[in-house]
C-alpha cells in the first residue's frame, strides 16, 4: 500500500461577488460562505491528487452522488494518469476552475487523496473561485487544497469525505446537516457500540492534555500535508486558531518530527486551542526505544498552556467528521466537544 512518504521527499470591500444567491460575506468578517446544498443540485467529481487505477471507482462515486439526491458530473481529465497522479497538474487544476465557473456546479468532490494537490496550488485561478464560492470538500490529501483555497479567496471550505469514502449512516448525517440544513452541529466522540455492556467506555476515549475552553476558527487537517505547506501562501491565517490535526500510517518518531516542525515554524504560538484526533496505524519504531505519540504530543503541546485534546473522531476512519475551515467555534478540551457557533453554508 503506497503512504504519502512514498510522495514526498483583501478585506471584505475587495471581495467581487458573482452572485448574492450563492454568497454572502460571513457575519462581521471577510470570510464567505458556501451555498447550502439542495436536491438536485450539480456535483462537480474531481480527482485532484491521486489516480483512480480502478475505473469502477469512478462508477462507486457517482452512484453515491445519486444516492445524496444530487447529480454527478466527471471532470474532463478525470480519467486521466500521469505516473500515481490523476493527470498533469495544470490539467487537475483546470479542472476545479471549469466546476468553479460553472453555473450547475454547486460542490466538488474528490474522488480520493492521496499525493498531488500541493502541486495544482499555484494554477488555480484564485480571483475566479473566490467570485463563484461553492462548497469543496475532502481530507487526507485534500487537506492542502481545502487549506489553500480558504487561504487564498477567504471561501468557507470542509474537511470531510472524499467520494470514496464508506457514506455510512454516520458520515453521511453529518454531511447532511453541515451542508444541507446548514445546522451548527456540535461533534464528540461517539461510544462504540461494544461498550453498550461496559460499566466504562473503553474505545473513542478522549485524552485531555490541558483543559479548559476556547474560542476562535477552525483550521485543520492532514499533519504530513500541512506541514509540507507551513511557509507557504497556501496556509491560512492560524492567528487565535483551534487547530486540529489528524495522520496516517506515519511511525512516532516521524509525527514527533512533523509536530516539531510546526513549532519552529511558529505555529502553535498563535493558537486558542488544539485538537488532535487519530493516527491510524502510526507505530513506535521497531529498530530502537521509541516515545509513545501521548508522550510527543505532551512535550509539544503541554507547555503551550492552552485547551487541547487528543483521541478526537477525527481522520482516517469510517465516520467522516463534515469539519468547516474557516468558521468560529467553541471547544471544551475536558468533554472532547468542538461546537460550530454559526452556519458554515447559507
Known sequence: MLTRRNFITSSAATVALASASKSVLAANSHYLKPARLRPGEGVGIISPASAAFVSEDVNVVVDAVRALGLVPYLAPHLRDRYGYLAGKDTDRASDINRFFADPKIAALLPIRGGWGCSRILPYLDYQLIRNNPKIIIGFSDITALILGIHAQTGIITFHGPNGLTSWR?????????????????????????????????????????????????????????????????YVPNLKGAILFLEDTNENVYRIDRLITHLKLAGVFNQLSGFIFGQCTQCLPDADYGSLTLEEVLNDHIRPLKIPSWSGAEIGHLDTILTLPIGTEVEIDASLGKIRMLEPAVI
Not at 461510544?191 to 476515549?205: E, F, G
Open 169 to 233: 449512516t454516520a458520515p453521511t448525517d453529518y454531511f447532511r446537516r453541515v451542508l444541507f440544513a446548514g445546522e451548527m452541529v456540535t461533534f464528540q466522540n461517539q461510544k462504540d457500540s461494544d461498550d453498550a455492556n461496559r460499566l466504562m467506555q473503553v474505545k473513542n476515549r478522549i485524552r485531555t492534555i490541558n483543559p479548559g475552553k476556547a474560542r476562535g476558527r477552525l483550521i485543520g487537517g492532514n499533519l504530513s500535508v500541512l506541514s509540507g505547506i507551513v511557509g507557504s501562501p
